[in-house]
Structures are given as C-alpha cells and as structure tokens.
C-alpha cells in the first residue's frame, strides 16, 4: 500500500476503536483465515461470579446445592454450617490470588456474609489452582490435576463436576490435607461462571460467513470450554482447551504449521506469547498492558464485532489503492 492509503486506513481505524501498529499490520489483516479467540475475557466477559457450592463427607456429595439465585445467591435457604465452612476455605485460600476465579470465589464468599480471612502462606499454581495453609492444614482449590498432584483423589466428585461444566461453569475442587497427618481429603465443590459477551455469537457468525475458521483456545476444562463455545457457536473440533499458559503461543503454532494465516485475539498476560507469534495478533478491550504490547491491533472496545471490522478495514485499504 501507499504510504497515503496506509494513513487512511490506520486514520479510519483509529476513528473506530482499531488501532494498527503500522502498515503492513494493515495489510496483513485482511489475508486472516483464521481466528483463534481467548475464552475468558474475549469471548466472554471475564466477570466471574459465584453459582455453586458442593459440600463432600467420605467421597459423596452432602449437599448438592444447585445452582444458587442470580441476585447474589440464596444459599441461606439451604445453607448448612458445613457448606459455609467449605466456601469459607475456599475463600480463604483464594484470597491471596488476583485469578478472576479466585475473587469470584471471595466475592461470592462475603456476599453470603462469611468473613474471609488470609491464608499463613499461599502459592498460585499456574494454570491449576492454588495451594495455600489455613488453620494449619493445606487447602488446594483447582482442578482435577491439582488435587491428583496433591494426593487427593478428583473422581468421587466426577459427577458434580460434570454436571457443573456441561452448564458452562468452571467448577473447582476443594481439598485439605490436615496437618496432623490424617492424609488429604476432597471437602468440597465450588463453581463460577462467566457470561458470553452479546455481540460474540454475531462476530463468530460474520467470521465464518467471510469463510474464515474460527477457533477457541482456553486454560479452561475441555467439557466447560466446549458449553461456550457452542453458545459462540464454535465447533467443537476448533476448541483447544486445558492449554497451560506457556502453551498457549504453542498452539497457534502449531495452527498455523498447517499453512494457516492465524489472527489470535486475547486480552489477558497469559495471551502475549500467543499474540506475538500469531500472524496477527490481537489485543482486545481493556487488555492488560502486556498484551496491548505484544499485539499488532489493538481494539479499544470491549467488543469481538470489532475483530471483523479490522479485517473489513484492511480490505477497504488495500482495495482502494488497487
Ligand atoms: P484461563 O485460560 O481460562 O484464564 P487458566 O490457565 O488461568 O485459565 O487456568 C486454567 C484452570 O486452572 C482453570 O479453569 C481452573 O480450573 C484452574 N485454576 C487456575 N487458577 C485458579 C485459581 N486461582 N483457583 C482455582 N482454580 C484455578
Ligand atoms: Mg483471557
């Protein structure tokens, strides 16, 4: 392109919350023939809020408490001491991290009136969960392999689980290993769940019409990755998911040894190797720094419709000074 019709379609982008690191960027756009979005945070809202709390006593599921209300939770009408002790440990654990998960999980925690208190000590495990001591014993609130890591066995709540990631929910496993040495046991479940933004169905849809394959990549479990993504509507065989943070640039990679011309979209610290390997690589919204750094368009809305508006103005550019 002329340096006069890369000012224009950068002034036009920029007009409109797309912002291009430079020309070529605006000419590669429109040669995308693959999307890959982040889950959390670009496909969906990122605001976590708590919806379920599971109590567990010798391998069984005490309370299976369903869902709780949207309007900030009902449990008290079936709330137990035991299911406030779990999500007080929980909370507790959490507390030391700035994982969304985790502050739904102290959010949810006080909205129900629990008194979240700190953990002596606390460690995030990337990707799995966190490890922290409360009271003397080790709590561990993650996934399957945390627990599994831990010596704690995941499968008596493989039910609970199920059902709670078929919904779309990201469930988390509560596990304690006493201090005194009595060996780690399962305490609990506990759920959040996130919202699908309202304009990422139609920005997939526009994307696939364009012919454009679009994808999904998350840390997520495959079960809760795949609900989302057919509420996206995005086929089950284009999810990746239970990609570990350092994977993530990986995967595209390996997307785009197969001779793809990838566009990957994220928002979070954990997307910046993704995005500076991608073809094109997209910050979205409120994107961390990071990201904002790492990518070569930035969108400066919140919103995955913009995706198909930089690959339209990267045609409108490029077709104008043909
Ligand atoms: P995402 O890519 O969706 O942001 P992450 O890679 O951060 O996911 O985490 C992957 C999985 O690890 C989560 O779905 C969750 O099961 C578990 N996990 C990560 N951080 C935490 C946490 N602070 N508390 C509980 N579980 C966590
Ligand atoms: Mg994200």
New binding site residues.
């Given amino acids: 392109a002329t340096p006069a019709a890369t000012m224009v379609g950068t002034t036009i982008g920029a007009q409109n919350g797309v912002l291009f690191k430079g020309g070529d960027v605006l000419e590669r756009a429109k040669d995308v023939d693959t999307v890959v979005f982040?889950?959390?945070?670009t496909l969906t809202k990122g605001e976590m809020e708590l919806t379920d709390v599971v109590v567990f006593d010798d391998g069984q599921p005490v309370t299976d408490g369903g869902e709780t209300a949207a309007d900030g939770g009902e449990l008290a009408a079936r709330e137990t001491p035991t299911e406030e002790d779990v999500l007080r440990l929980a909370a507790t654990a959490?507390s030391g991290?700035e994982?969304?998960?985790?502050q739904a999980?102290v959010e949810g925690a006080r909205e129900r009136g629990i008194e979240v208190g700190s953990p002596d000590s606390f460690e995030?495990?990337?990707?799995?969960?966190?490890r922290a001591e409360v009271d003397g014993d080790t709590v561990l609130?993650?996934?399957r392999k945390?627990l599994r890591d831990n010596g704690i066995d995941p499968t008596p709540a493989a039910e609970t689980m199920e059902r709670l990631e078929s919904a779309g929910k990201?469930?988390?496993l509560v596990g304690r290993t006493r201090a005194d040495g009595s060996g780690g046991e399962l305490v609990g479940v506990v759920a959040d769940a996130d919202t699908v933004k309202e304009s990422a169905k139609d920005a997939v849809a526009a994307l696939k019409e364009r012919g454009v394959d679009v994808m999904m990549i998350?840390?997520?479990?495959e079960r809760?990755a795949r609900a989302v993504a057919e509420q996206v509507g995005i086929d089950p065989e284009n999810v990746r998911a239970?990609?570990?943070?350092e994977d993530k640039s990986d995967a595209v990679e390996a997307i785009q040894s197969e001779g793809r011309q990838a566009m990957m979209v994220g928002d979070?610290v954990?997307d910046a190797p993704a995005l500076a390997v991608a073809y094109v690589g997209t910050a979205i919204g409120s994107g961390t720094d990071v990201a904002i750094e790492a990518a070569d368009v930035t969108l400066m809305r919140d919103d995955p419709l913009d995706v198909v508006k930089a690959i339209r103005i990267s045609d409108a550019t490029l077709a104008k000074i043909k």
């Fill in positions: 982040d889950k959390t945070g959490e991290s994982h969304p998960l985790a999980i995030n495990v990337p990707g799995h969960g966190v609130v993650g996934n945390l990201t469930a988390m998350t840390g997520d479990n809760t239970e990609v570990l943070p979070g954990n």
